[in-house]
Every structure is written in structure tokens, then in C-alpha cells.
């Protein structure tokens, strides 16, 4: 199958097999269902263009359409033009047979059915390949050879690239509001991929990307004035004077008067840095994360402070929970692995067992399996990380067909 590069709606680009760009005509050749890759084409296309022939299906049936007049004669419209042609039966494949140009085409036999589309007609064979009437039995398998290799192709195009990059569920609207100068507030689970997720959107609107992570003293944000009268930057000050995305994630570890800066900035949109009064740049955005909703602590992430009213209120709030597709992708299409990790959330929630399972232990598997280290290893160290034998067999599930889950039980 060849890459489409380009479509102009008539005709499709591609790249022929000397590295040069070719347009095909759409009634000529068959594309996938996505439009991504032209799948076969007419022999006269791959020889003329230049194609690499064992890339592509030869269909002769491209555009063709056919209608029986009577038990011996048909009539075969290509490319907006009509042709009489004698119609044989073949009794022992009940098929009847045509010939077109060079080449041999088939009908199922159907006394009900007179009009057939090209999805009806099988390309069979050439003459010029010394075709004789008896040779049918066997064109015939081939041409359903054929069809099977095309199948297999469709589904290899159905298959996720999990080479490309992929997009939070949230993606869109986050970007969305930050594109509209919303401050926004990302709450959800450690490890679910917030940072990665703004670096994307960073990217994709143009803005510098500027981070700083649980602030516990206000200069970290403010920056300061050395004993040699010389001010530091912070990523914060650079975010504001020159523009850019601002990410202050675990907010909710931070400690209340770095918020209250904060909050001051976003609403009057200047503020006093050590160096003098600074207005925000135009393209100044900012975006927080915590892993709770700003209400404290919790069983599970005991060191969180709740956040003022008055700060929350400036953001608009956005769960941020972990992603399916995405763990889909970290783990290369590894379904298996996907659902143990789920599972073990899901379990360690409801025994109240204080246990990460981000991102990480999925793309810390998939490395280590791919160098071959043995699972029990790999789940002692990647995933469990020191968990009592008590506690891994509350988490697990001893009668699983899930494989991860029976190496576990053996733990």
C-alpha cells in the first residue's frame, strides 16, 4: 500500500518507486477506508506511474461496472463508456465470464440479478498469460488468495499507530480555555500525565513553557535581589513579562500566601516583583494542578492543604483522571497490561490501601518486558515496589486469565 501525501478530490499524490510524485486518478485505483493509503490499483496505473507494484493489489475491476443483457451477451461500462461483450456460464463454479481488453472478469451466477458493481466482479486473469478456459479453477483461487491478502491489510490499517503521539481526553478543552485566557485548575491522581498534557498544548498555541512545582517560599515565585543588587528570575516572572504558559502544579501543596500572589496577578493583571511593577504580557497564561479539589487532605494524598475560595474562584476546574488511550499507547497496545493496572486502582480504592499506579508503572513494564527481564521481577520492582505478601494478595486476583495477574499470585 503507498501513502497518500496529497488529496486534490479527483486524483491522489503518492511517491512512485524512483522517489518521485505521482497524481493517480481516483476512478483507476482503490483507497482504504481512511483515505491514508491507496490499497490497489489497475495494472496499466502501476506500470504507467511507476509504482512499486508489491505494494498494491492489481484490480482490474476499479470503475467497472456490468449488466447482463441475456444469457450470452453482457454489457461492461469503464470510464463513462459502454461495451457488448459475449457472457459465458461456468457450471461447476456457477459463475459466468467475460473478457475485457486482456482480460478475463467473473460474475457470481444470478438468473435475479442483471446490474453488478465493481464489488460483484472478480478480476480472473489476462489472455496474454496464455489464459485458456480450463486455467479458471485455479485464477480463480488466486483471486481469492488475493482477497484474503487484502483483508489482512485493511486490518493492519485498522490497527492504532502507537508510534504517534497521543492526546489527553481533556486535551481539547483545556486548551480551549487557555486559548480563551482562562485560568484553569487541573485536579486528578499523581502521575496522570498533567505536564506532558500542557507541553503539548504549549506547543501546538505557540507559547513558551514555563514550570515551577510546589512552592514553599515566596521568592520561588517573585524571585529576588542578591547582596550584589542583581534581581533572579523565576519562571513566573519570565511567564508574565514576556508571555508564555505558567504551570504551577501540586498547588495544593503550596503554601497559602504563594495562592494569595498569585491570585493578586491574575486579577489585576500587574504586579510587584523586587525589581519594580511589571504588567502581564498579552500571551501570559496559567494553568495550576493538584491532586485534590482543593479540599485538604486526604487518605491518600495526606499532605495536601485546602485552597482558598477566593483562588479557586479564579479558575475553572478540570478533573484530570488517567486516560485509557493513552495508557494504551504507553503500553504499546498492550491490553493485558492496561487492564492489571486499572484493576489494581480500582482494588487498592476500595481496601483503602495507599498505592500509586500511574503512567509510569505502565511504561516501566513495557521497557522491561521488552528487554526480556522476568515478569515476577518486573512487578516486584516496577509495580509493587515493596508491597507486604498481605497486602498483594488483597490486590490480586488468584483466578484471573489475565497474565500479570497469575505471575502476581505466585509473588
Known sequence: MLRVELDTGLAVKVTNKLGYSEFLPKSQIRLSEDGKYVVAAKSWIIEKKELDASKLIVD??????????????????????????????????????FYFKNGIFAVEYNDEKTHFDEEDIQFVGTKKDGFKDSDIEEMLKQKEAVEEVKVEIEKELEKPDWTKPTKHMQYEIIKACIKSDIPVYLYGPAGSGKNHTLQQ??????????????????????????????YHETEFYKAFTQGGLFFLDEMD??????????????????????????????NFRVVAAGNTIGSGADEQYTGRLVLDQATLDRFVSIEFDYDRNVELHLAKGNVELVDFIRKLREKAKETGIRMTFSYRAITNVTKLEKIGMDLKTILLIAVLKGLDKDTCNTLTERYSDNKYFRVMATI
Open 201 to 230: 498544548i504549549a506547543e501546538e498555541l505557540g507559547l513558551e513553557f514555563y514550570f515551577t512545582n510546589s512552592v514553599q517560599q515566596e521568592f520561588k515565585i517573585t524571585g529576588f535581589i542578591d547582596a550584589g543588587g542583581k
Open 253 to 282: 501543596a503550596s503554601i497559602p500566601e504563594v495562592l494569595v500572589l498569585l491570585n493578586a496577578a491574575i486579577a489585576n493583571g500587574y504586579f510587584e516583583f523586587p525589581n519594580g511593577k511589571e504588567f502581564a504580557d498579552p
Open 60 to 97: 482490474e475491476t476499479i470503475g467497472m461496472k456490468m449488466q447482463k443483457l441475456n444469457e450470452t451477451e453482457c454489457m461492461v461500462f469503464v470510464n463513462g463508456k459502454s461495451y457488448r461483450r459475449n457472457y459465458y456460464l461456468y457450471k461447476t463454479r456457477n459463475i459466468h465470464t
